[in-house]
Each structure stands twice: as C-alpha cells, then as structure tokens.
C-alpha cells in the first residue's frame, strides 16, 4: 500500500512529546499544570517531629475527651458516627493511635484519624496537621 507523503504523520519517540519526562521542561510544565512546584508537592523530611501533640489534637476534635487511663487511653464521642456515650478511644500519650467500640473506626496514628475525619489523602493530611498549604 502506497501512503501519500502529505497524510503521514510525524513520529515522536517517548510518548511525552517532544521532550523527554524526566526534564526539567517537562517538570516545570507538569508542575505548572497541576497547580504548582515540584518541590511543593514534597513532604518536610520531619514531618513526624512536627506532627501536633496527640492530647492536645485530640482535646480539639473529639467531644468530651476524658482523661487518659495510666495506659495513655482516654474515651470521647466518636466524630464518625452520632454518638451519645464516648465509645472512641484514642492514646493520647503517644502515637495517637484510635479505636471506636460502636462503628468499628480504628487507626494507628494522629494521620489516619485526621485523614478520616476530614477526607484528605495521606499527604494533604499531613500538611494540613503541620499548618502547610494543602492542595487538592
């Protein structure tokens, strides 16, 4: 079969146009595309160190928070479900880890409780909890 020279169309290697995807234009452009810098869409190295204090996040956002048993668990109403009697308890001495007796909420840390009750991913959670900018 004979193509006509003017209905070719010209081949570009690499799927990404004509620069390659690890360059710095096609950074910048993704970057620029997506509503910021490369480097903003990284995490602090300490983020941990900076994570806010168990007892006193959870003092803010979980309703009559009592105080911690010598284990570091303290009982509050669970924000994931109407709750008239405090069946979530959180380990408020370290960690941060949670666990909702009634609706069966659980998690290991500070991050995955903030990322249930706000509806974050894992990063914008963590930049939400160290005061960061958080894009969606």
Known sequence: MNRHPGNEKPRVRGG??????????????????????????????DWRQRLPNPASYYA????????????????????????HSPSLGVHVAEGGAYKCMACGAKGRDLVAFHMA??????????????????RA
Request: proline share 4%.
């Open 60 to 83: 803010q956002h979980v309703a009559k928070l009592g105080n911690a048993n010598p284990k570091g668990w303290a009982q509050g109403l669970c924000p994931f479900h109407e709750d």
């Open 117 to 134: 009750r706000t509806g974050y991913g894992f990063k914008q959670a963590v930049r939400d909890l160290l005061g960061l900018e958080v």
């Open 16 to 45: 990404a146009g004509i620069e390659r995807k690890g360059s710095r234009e096609y950074l910048n452009r993704v970057g620029a595309l997506y509503g910021g810098s490369r480097a903003s869409a990284y995490l602090p190295t």
